[in-house]
């Protein structure tokens, strides 16, 4: 069974850092760009970060530039997102997807698999 599972969320205050991971089962992520997207009540899912299955690419929106991190470990079949000064306009669900592509990555819908997401609250 192919299976992305996020993990990391949680209740951060404002300024506070999270680590998200996404770790793949039944399937490599070494022929996969990786990206991570974020969706908060009321708003459409949004881009956030992606990175090119060799991790020489990446990309970021431009509200999370500086502050966030993308990463990965094909040896632990796994990809990270490192945020830092989290923000309260940051709350969202937060998904990680996988793209079969050559080179690159891009930050738009097309994904071949999803995770479940999980849950950020930047809250004091």
């Known amino acids: 069974q192919l299976q992305l599972v996020e993990s990391g969320g949680g209740l951060v205050q404002p300024g506070g850092s999270l680590r998200l991971s996404c770790a793949a089962s039944?399937?490599?992520?070494?022929?996969?760009?990786i990206g991570w997207f974020r969706q908060a009540p009321g708003k459409e899912r949004e881009g956030v970060s992606c990175i090119s299955r060799g991790g020489g690419s990446t990309n970021y929106a431009d509200s999370v530039k500086g502050r966030f991190t993308i990463s990965r470990d094909n040896a632990k079949n796994t990809v990270y997102l490192q945020m830092n000064s989290l923000k309260p306009e940051d709350t969202a669900v937060y998904y990680c997807?996988?793209?079969?592509?050559?080179?690159?990555?891009?930050?738009?819908?097309?994904?071949?698999?999803w995770g479940q997401g999980t849950q950020v609250t930047v809250s004091s």
């Open positions: 997807a996988a793209l079969r592509r050559l080179f690159g990555c891009v930050l738009s819908n097309g994904y071949d698999y």
């Open positions: 039944g399937f490599t992520l070494d022929y996969y760009s």
